[in-house]
């Protein structure tokens, strides 16, 4: 089983180096760190009195991993979570923030437990996700990961400008939904053509 450091590296890997696209609401980019996010921690890296892109281009492969580790997964409390599902959620939340949280606890609600849906993982959400593992040992990390690439395809359902990233220009799976497919037993992926056939509207 991968460690909290393998994953945060892997998802370093994955995110890759420096991007600044339009179409991305994040901004400015390195190894996955928003500027956003440089900006919220006080990440003035080159000690200028102001957080810019060249604090962004200057962050570390090393300092990424790390504020991943720390601000992903130990502040949210992910932690705490039953541990078949800490790599999925963590590694939703490096993407989507707390709405990987909601999205856990839309389908622990769907499954019957009583719980709010705050984005927040406090005793009830970690309590409730355990019994829900004893319930569905075999099922529940898969069902979370098909609830985490419907959120992809219906995100772009809503917003064009985001297509790109649930669909590759020759039609095939986009980064969103086949990172999300990662983390889904392989039984439960879609074929080529079932993914063509969901982004057929987008034209």
């Known amino acids: 089983m991968q460690t909290v450091q393998e994953i945060a590296e892997e998802i370093v890997r994955r995110e890759g180096g420096y991007v600044n696209d339009a179409d991305d609401p994040g901004g400015a980019t390195n190894y996955g760190v928003t500027i956003h996010t440089m900006r919220r921690l006080g990440l003035d890296l080159n000690r200028d009195g102001r957080i810019d892109t060249a604090d962004v281009k200057a962050l570390s492969r090393a300092q990424a991993v790390q504020i991943f580790v720390d601000h992903y997964y130990h502040a949210p409390r992910i932690d705490s979570l039953p541990q078949p599902l800490q790599a999925s959620v963590f590694d939703m939340y490096v993407n989507a923030g707390s709405n990987a949280i909601k999205l856990l606890q ?6 019957g437990f009583d719980l709010s849906v705050d984005g927040a993982i406090g005793p009830q959400t970690a309590r409730v996700a355990y019994l829900a593992l004893s319930d569905a040992p075999d099922h529940l990390v898969d069902a979370y990961g098909i ?3 419907n959120y992809y395809y219906d995100l772009a359902d809503r ?3 985001s297509r790109k990233y649930a669909r590759r220009r020759d039609g095939g799976k986009g980064g ?3 990172r999300a497919e ?3 037993s392989p039984a439960y992926h879609l074929s080529a053509h079932e993914h ?3 982004v057929a509207s987008w034209g």
Do not use: G
């Not at 839309?106 to 499954?111: A, F, H, K, Y």
């Open 182 to 184: 990662e983390f889904i």
């Open 159 to 161: 917003r064009p400008s």
């Open 147 to 149: 609830a985490r690439r």
């Open 106 to 111: 839309r389908l622990l609600r769907d499954m």
């Open 196 to 198: 063509r056939q969901r």
């Open 176 to 178: 969103w939904i086949a």
